[in-house]
């Protein structure tokens, strides 16, 4: 039943967030946006015994909701963009480090981006791809900021594949839609503010957004069960 109220929580916020963004509503934008990640955060404590917490799981959370928070007031000044950026690449880091533990404490010489290291290649072809896409709008400083954090994402991604075969299979295609998710989320933020106006880009960036969030906790909690 806490489940079941839980999920009807998350569409209601998830329509609000939408509607806030579709129609230019601020307020309820301040309002409903960090609700996305109080709603993981609050899930995810729900559905994990206190013993099987993950440090670096809440580390991601955290600065998830601390970036949802600052990229609200990005039009106010440039800096909020910049601080939401580096939250965010907490947020990717400390999700890498989740995604690699269950590989880690295996063998990781069988893992997929070890035995097939190809798969890494797309990452590494659609991270250059991305940011050369962007290079010649950034200023200095920007392009740093953004191959740091670009790297960070994709390699986010890329290890959420490598879980593969170390998890149960729903745990890692939960884990892993939600990666490739974000990784969507993410790029289209970078290509819609340095590279050209996307039609209803909040809409589409909200969207996936929220879908990884959701996916990648309840992969999370998946792989708890799994144990």
Known sequence: MKNRLFHIAIIIISILVLTAE???IDWLMYLAKPC???WVISYYLLNTQKNQLEKNTLIAFSFALLGDVLLMFQKQHESFFILGLASFLVCQVSYLQ???KPVL????????LVMQPYFLLFFLIYAGSLFTAMYHQLEHFMRI????YAAALTAMAATALNRKGYVAEKSFSLIFTGSLLFLISDSLIGINKFT???PYA????LGTYIAAQYLIVRGLIEEKFDK
């Open 145 to 148: 900021a953004v191959f740091v």
């Open 105 to 112: 404490q295996k063998d990781i010489r069988k893992s997929i």
């Open 36 to 38: 996305i990640m109080l």
């Open 22 to 24: 579709f129609l230019q």
């Open 202 to 205: 909040g809409i589409w960036i």
């Open 196 to 198: 050209f106006q996307i």
């Open 98 to 100: 989740v995604f690699m």
